[in-house]
């Protein structure tokens, strides 16, 4: 929705300007945004995986189920 709604008000030649820290152009930035997104929510599900899949308290739902 951001980037809709910065296009709507800069308009399409907005995302053919360069940031000029950086100095990339700022049709680069979503792209680097998702990527790190789905890097980062990756990492979280691996440690998780890895972690044996146990909450933040110690909980898991395989324990829940065998106490019936």
Same mark, same amino acid.
């Given at each position: 929705?951001?980037?809709?709604?910065? =296009?709507?008000?800069?308009?399409?030649?907005?995302?053919?300007?360069? !940031?000029? *820290?950086?100095?990339?152009?700022? $049709?680069?930035?979503?792209?680097?945004?998702?990527? =790190?997104?789905?890097?980062?929510?990756?990492?979280?599900?691996?440690? !998780?995986? *890895?972690?044996?899949?146990?909450? $933040?308290?110690?909980?898991?739902?395989?324990?829940?189920?065998?106490?019936?």
């Amino acid at each position: 929705m951001i980037l809709f709604l910065l =296009s709507a008000f800069g308009g399409t030649t907005m995302w053919d300007s360069k !940031v000029p *820290l950086i100095d990339l152009s700022m $049709k680069s930035l979503p792209v680097f945004g998702i990527v =790190s997104g789905a890097i980062y929510s990756c990492w979280n599900y691996f440690r !998780v995986i *890895l972690g044996g899949g146990v909450g $933040k308290n110690g909980s898991t739902i395989a324990v829940s189920c065998f106490r019936m």
